[in-house]
């Protein structure tokens, strides 16, 4: 049974289309995050969705935009992409109690997104 | 100078020995997570603490807030325990990321 659950796990696509990546999970936590590895295997926060509404939007392009259905469910879609989008994304969730984020981080297998 | 610092970057060692992965970071924080990033990529969440010292099988974290310090200790490595180890500190909501500790157990 899969805690957290991202598709696709692999993409391959050309410069200036437009692709989504899904992730839900099953743990019934509040607060879901999209993490961006790069080249050089540092992690970067995207976005951090709590409840379906955004807490966090770091400085990402607005071509990136999350959309979060329901608290079980945080998408990522990236319109327009550019080479320098090639990278694998993370989601994770966490469960979030009273206003703090006091839970351990449970994280998807990653999507290897390729721009060609 | 990054906020959260990670040593040693690499480690290689010999099955069964001992192994020290250490986290000090310049900021306050609430909790500090240590994660397992596989060779295939996949993370995994390996502990969160605030305070002391947890245990999970072979694997122990300490933390001292005091000194803004945590540690990850493996006992009796293994060649698979192979994977780069990550600190990350929670701040308010978000969650500032070391540079990852790349570590090879050799047989």
């Known amino acids: 049974d899969t805690a957290v659950s991202q598709t696709p796990k692999y993409l391959v696509t050309q410069m200036g289309n437009d692709k989504s990546i899904k992730c839900e999970q099953n743990l019934g936590h509040d607060t879901m995050y999209w993490y961006k590895q790069d080249s050089k295997k540092f992690l970067k926060i995207m976005f951090s969705y709590n409840n379906k509404e955004l807490i966090i939007n770091e400085t990402v392009p607005n071509r990136f935009s999350p959309k979060s259905p329901d608290k079980a469910h945080l998408n990522l879609h990236i319109n327009s992409l550019e080479l320098g989008d090639s990278a694998v994304y993370f989601c994770?969730?966490?469960?979030?109690?009273?206003?703090?984020?006091?839970?351990?981080?449970?994280f998807g297998e990653g999507s290897r997104l390729t721009v060609l | 100078k990054n906020e959260v610092e990670q040593s040693p970057q690499n480690l290689t060692a010999q099955e069964g020995e001992f192994i020290t992965i250490n986290c000090s970071y310049s900021v306050g924080i609430s909790a500090l997570h240590w994660l397992q990033q596989h060779p295939g990529g996949g993370i995994v969440s390996l502990f969160m603490l605030s305070s002391g010292k947890k245990k999970h099988g072979r694997l122990i974290a300490t933390i001292n807030i005091q000194e803004k310090h945590s540690s990850l200790h493996i006992t009796a490595s293994h060649p698979r325990d192979s994977a780069v180890y990550i600190c990350a500190v929670k701040g308010n909501y978000q969650l500032i990321w070391g540079a990852g500790t790349k570590l090879i157990i050799k047989p």
């Open positions: 994770a969730s966490s469960h979030n109690l009273a206003g703090m984020n006091t839970g351990e981080l449970f």
